[in-house]
């Protein structure tokens, strides 16, 4: 698989085999997260890897539980029934053997104080590089992901839970595991499903869901629009 393969073929996966994933290969997924650019290399990213069996099912718990209240209850306002429906897609989610959460740590005071919002973005820009990375070599390895991004919503459970440092930012965790997820058929998406959203619709979360944007609906070429 090359590149372009490992990051076309990628999909966020939600079942896993148990079987623990081999710490060499968790190894290169780490290698090619932190491969990721940053504003003056700054690298300000922690990965924290739980291979461990009881963590692994507490991590799981806590991701599905979050998933449940912030995500599909909260932000979204999806319909009591729907949620309970969706949780069940999580049924094999709990003997996940293997998560990486990623961290910003800006140990680095890279410029002056008026400007921390902008830091602060581009960080967040450089763990999503370092993400994008992971997923994709993780793909290439033969091994599934899921970008989870609910932690940021309840973070100072797993900061308890894992003894992170409060001044470590949680901004993303992802399951690592083998799978049997086949890659999906993507269809290419309109736009409609895009505007005609409504929080709480399933038929149109569902729709949202799927496919990804035609070039045409989001590329320009030398000018806006064209
Ligand atoms: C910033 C970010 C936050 C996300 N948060 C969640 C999340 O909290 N729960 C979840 O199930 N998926 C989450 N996802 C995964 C997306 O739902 C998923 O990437 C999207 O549906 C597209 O599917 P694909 O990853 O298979 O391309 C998140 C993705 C991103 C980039």
Not at 11 to 34: E, F, H, N, S, W
Not at 97 to 117: D, G, K, V, W, Y
Not at 147 to 171: A, R, S, V, Y
Not at 182 to 202: N, W, Y
Request: hydrophobic content about 40%; proline content about 7%.
């Amino acid at each position: 698989m090359n590149a372009f393969e490992a990051i076309t073929q990628r999909q966020g996966v939600i079942c896993y085999k148990p079987d623990p994933v081999d710490r060499d290969l968790i190894q290169r997924v780490l290698q090619a997260a932190t491969a990721a650019p940053s504003p003056a290399n700054t690298q300000p990213w922690e990965l924290i890897v739980i291979d461990d069996a009881a963590l692994t099912r507490q991590v799981a718990e806590y991701l599905v539980d979050t998933q449940a209240e912030f995500v599909f209850r909260q932000l979204l306002g999806t319909p009591e029934p729907f949620i309970e429906h969706l949780l069940k897609l999580y049924d094999e989610f709990y003997t996940t053997p293997c998560f990486i959460i990623l961290c910003r740590n800006q140990r680095t005071e890279l410029a002056q104080s008026e400007h921390a919002a902008t830091v602060r973005d581009w960080d967040l820009c450089s763990i999503g590089a370092a993400m994008a990375n992971l997923m994709a070599a993780a793909t290439e390895l033969g091994l599934g992901t899921r970008w989870f991004g609910n932690p940021m919503m309840d973070p100072e459970t797993l900061h308890q839970m894992l003894g992170i440092p409060p001044e470590i930012e949680i901004i993303a965790v992802t399951p690592l595991g083998h799978h049997d997820e086949q890659p999906k058929v993507r269809p290419t998406q309109s736009l409609d499903a895009h505007t005609d959203f409504q929080r709480g619709d399933k038929y149109k979360l569902a729709a949202l869901l799927q496919g990804k944007l035609a070039l045409e609906d989001v590329v320009h070429f030398n000018k806006f629009g064209g």
